[in-house]
C-alpha cells in the first residue's frame, strides 16, 4: 500500500472500540450512573453495569420493568429528569431517536454525559448530540454490535463518537458493558462504509 491510498484496516478517527478490561465486582472507581429505557437491551446494560459494582439508578416508561433490577441493587427514578440528576453519566437505551429526545426533555444536562446507545440514523444522532451540547451536556453516540445476552461478555463491543474527553473520563465504567474481545484479534478490522447515508 502506498502512503496515498486509503487504509481501510484504520478505524475512522472519531470511532473508539471499549477494548479495556473491566473490573469484576467492586471497580476501582465506583460511579454513578443512570440507565434511561429498560427494554431487552437497556436491562442487561444496567445488569452489567451492577456486576461491575457501579451505583445504578434507573427509569423506564413501564416503572414495572425497574423491579428485577431494583431487587439487584439499583435506584429508581421516578422521572427521567430524576434519573438524569441522580448521575454524571446517563445512558439512554430506548426505542429510537424519538424516544430520546421525548425523555431527555426537561431534564437538566448541564454536566451530564448522555451516551446515547439507542439506534440512530446519523443525522439523528447528529440532533440529538446538538440537543445535549446546546444544554450543556457531553454527548457520546454508541452503536451496540451485539445482543442482549451478549452484553459483558467477550463477543460484545460497543463503538462510541462523540466527546474524547467524556470517553475518556468514563472508558472503565462503559467497558463493563462490552468486554475487550479477548477471544478474537487484539486489533479489529475495520472497513469503510460505502453508503452514502454516513
Ligand atoms: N435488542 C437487540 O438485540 C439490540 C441490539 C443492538 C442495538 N439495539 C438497540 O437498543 C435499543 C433498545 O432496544 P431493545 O431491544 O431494548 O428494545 P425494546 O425491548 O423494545 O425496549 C424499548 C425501550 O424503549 C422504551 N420506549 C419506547 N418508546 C418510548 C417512548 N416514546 N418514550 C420513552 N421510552 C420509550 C420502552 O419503554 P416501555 O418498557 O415503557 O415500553 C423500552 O424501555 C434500540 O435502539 C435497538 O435498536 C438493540
Known amino acids: 500500500m502506498t502512503n496515498s491510498e486509503p487504509d481501510h ?20 472507581c465506583r460511579k454513578n450512573i443512570s440507565v434511561l ?27 414495572a420493568k425497574a423491579d428485577p433490577l431494583v431487587a439487584e441493587g439499583a435506584k429508581q427514578a421516578a422521572t427521567p429528569a430524576a434519573a438524569v440528576a441522580a448521575s ?33 440514523r446519523p443525522v439523528e444522532a447528529r440532533e440529538i448530540a446538538a440537543l445535549v451540547t446546546e444544554r450543556g451536556g457531553d454527548h457520546l453516540a454508541g452503536g ?17 463518537s462523540g466527546s474524547k474527553a467524556a470517553y475518556d473520563r468514563y472508558e472503565q465504567a462503559l467497558s463493563a458493558m462490552a468486554r475487550p474481545p479477548s477471544t478474537r484479534a487484539r486489533t479489529p478490522r475495520w472497513r469503510r462504509c460505502s453508503t452514502s447515508r454516513c
Open 9 to 28: 484496516n484504520r478505524p475512522p478517527a472519531a470511532w473508539i472500540p471499549t477494548q479495556h478490561p473491566h473490573s469484576e465486582g467492586t471497580p476501582k
Open 37 to 63: 429505557g429498560l427494554g431487552l437491551m437497556g436491562t442487561a446494560l444496567a445488569k452489567s453495569l451492577l456486576a461491575a459494582g457501579h451505583q445504578v439508578t434507573v427509569w423506564n416508561r413501564t416503572p
Open 88 to 120: 454524571e453519566l446517563v445512558i439512554a437505551c430506548l426505542l429510537d431517536s424519538r424516544s430520546v429526545t421525548a425523555t431527555l426533555e426537561g431534564a437538566e444536562l448541564r454536566g451530564r454525559v448522555i451516551a446515547n446507545l439507542t439506534t440512530s
Open 144 to 160: 451496540i454490535m451485539a445482543i442482549p445476552q451478549m452484553i459483558a461478555t467477550p463477543g460484545a463491543l460497543i463503538l462510541y
